[in-house]
């Protein structure tokens, strides 16, 4: 009988961090769950456990959090060094990326204070990966062999690998994935008795909200809270076309801000108060451009002028950029638009950066955004040092930030018809709290992101249809940034005092 696959060896440390002016102890551990379908391994997938060491009397009720991003296809470093996690990637106050090399420093904003915390990577990302059946002559985390001794695995070796791979590169099957591992979890570790959170950025707040129901119906695990940050909740909703409305609408006021940010703006005053801008930013396009999109060339000529012109002044861009496009302009359009003038781009996941646009005279932007990027060196280096150094990991395996082949691959499945196109979560998350009322959950985004712009999330919350009670439990919070607004010092200290205090409520 063939010997079984396991995966690497892991490893745990007992490290200390100040809290709140208190030391505390915690243990680390990073490590792998084998995940199985009908007894067979199939896949390794990674984590990193922190656990506070010093809070013996009230280990009973202390939480539980499980941490994951998006993409699909990133791993979960982003929220583990940029915000959660006792080490930290270091920016600069304004979110800004300091000059290299990256360097880790202690975070004093880690949720560790007030509950233990597992990361997880999803499989393909970080050091989660498919299992070799062992049938091939060479390992999937070896280094490719010469040209001349490729064939040896076959392609039919090859495509099996592939298709394998692929199998978790799916909607249901991903969020089984990690079901799975949560609930395998908390078995090793005897937690089930503890309070169970869940946390997911951008795609990730997808996941939360579609295992807000598939968690506590199908796996059986209840939930204390949902934390969603920067969730892209309707996926359909992301890319607007010349036949909707939704997109525009939602993006709008994080573009105006943006313009505000950078004293562009012309309908906005500089110094103006932000939450009196959004709100004039708002009022506009949920009415006088909503009007406009959904009447279209039934508008009159004059009205429809008019109401180019005022966004135009919003945004702080040329009116005809804006008549040009009948009201529907796109994020990257607009990042390189508002500051064309100096050969500038802004970034499309925080609109208050700006970068040098290294092609200015293309019709097309061929750069690189410069808030997605241009922060791949620093989480690259910051987890890899941290999970290597840090906690004395030892494994050839690279570390997996943001595989893009994971997200090029990734497929619907499940669907029951053809025209079945929409994809979206906010149904699932309505399910979770009505089949668990006690459940709490926590929604938030930064006002400078126009790929999951926060206004979205702010109307789809109208239309939910909450009872009163309900309603109490959601909380909408929204802070100075972008898609990552924790990289700015003061957002990533008032997010870590607002989410302190939900975990107290929902505990």
């Known amino acids: 009988m063939a010997e079984q696959p396991s995966p690497p060896k892991g490893s745990s440390r007992e ?109 393909g990302t970080g050091f989660s990966r498919v299992i070799d059946d062992g049938k091939n002559d060479r390992k999937k985390d070896a280094p490719a062999p010469p040209a001349a001794d490729r064939d040896k695995d076959g392609p039919k070796d090859k495509e099996k690998d592939d298709a394998k791979d692929k199998d978790f590169y799916t909607l249901t099957r991903d969020l089984e994935s990690l079901g799975e591992l949560i609930t395998r979890f908390l078995s090793k570790n005897h937690l089930w008795s503890r309070p169970v959170f869940i946390a997911g950025e951008s795609y990730g707040g997808f996941r939360v909200a579609k295992l807000a129901r598939s968690l506590q119906q199908g796996f059986g695990v209840g939930l204390s809270g949902a934390i969603l940050i920067s969730p892209a909740l309707e996926i359909h909703m992301l890319d607007g076309t010349d036949y909707d409305v939704l997109q525009w609408v939602d993006v709008f006021p994080s573009m105006a801000l943006a313009a505000v940010h950078h004293r562009r703006s012309r309908a906005i005053a500089p110094g103006t108060p932000i939450a009196e801008a959004r709100a004039a930013a708002e009022r506009f396009a949920s009415h006088q451009l909503a009007s406009l999109l959904v009447r279209g060339e039934a508008l009159p000529e004059s009205e429809h002028r008019a109401v180019c012109a005022a966004a135009a002044d919003f945004l702080g861009v040329p009116e005809r950029f804006v008549v040009d496009r009948a009201g529907r302009i796109t994020r990257e359009a607009f990042v390189r638009e508002l500051f064309r003038d ?51 990991l030892e494994t050839e395996r690279d570390y997996r930030l943001l595989n893009l082949e994971v ?101």
């Open 15 to 123: 490290l200390t961090i100040a809290l709140g002016g208190v030391e505390r102890r915690y243990g680390a551990t990073a490590d792998w769950i084998v995940l199985r379908k009908d007894d067979e391994p199939l896949a390794e997938m990674f984590f990193v456990h922190y656990q506070a060491q010093d809070d013996a009397g009230k280990a009973g009720n202390r939480p539980v959090t499980f941490v994951f991003n998006g993409g699909p296809g990133a791993a979960s470093a982003y929220l583990h060094v940029g915000a959660l996690g006792p080490k930290r990637v270091l920016f600069e106050p304004d979110g800004t990326l300091p000059k290299p090399p990256a360097r880790l420093v202690d975070n004093f904003e880690s949720w560790l204070a007030f509950t233990d915390l597992v990361f997880i990577d999803p499989i």
């Open 342 to 392: 100096e050969r500038k781009v802004c970034g499309m996941y925080d609109a208050s950066t700006v970068a040098i646009d290294p092609f200015p005279d293309r019709e097309t932007f061929q750069g690189a955004d410069p808030t997605l990027f241009a922060v791949e060196r620093a989480f690259t280096a910051g987890i890899n040092a941290h999970v290597r150094d840090g906690l004395g």
């Open 407 to 507: 997200n090029e691959t990734w497929k619907l499945d499940g669907r029951r018809h053809a025209f079945e196109l929409r994809v979206g979560a906010t149904d699932d998350l309505r399910y979770g709290m009505a089949l668990n009322p006690h459940m709490r959950v926590y929604v938030t985004h930064g006002l400078y992101d126009l790929v999951t712009p926060y206004y979205s999330a702010e109307r789809l919350s109208k239309h939910m249809r909450l009872q009163a009670s309900q309603t109490d439990k959601l909380v909408l919070r929204n802070y100075v940034g972008g898609h990552m607004f924790y990289t700015w010092e003061a957002s990533r200290r008032a997010f870590r005092d607002d989410i302190a205090a939900f975990y107290a409520q929902a505990t």
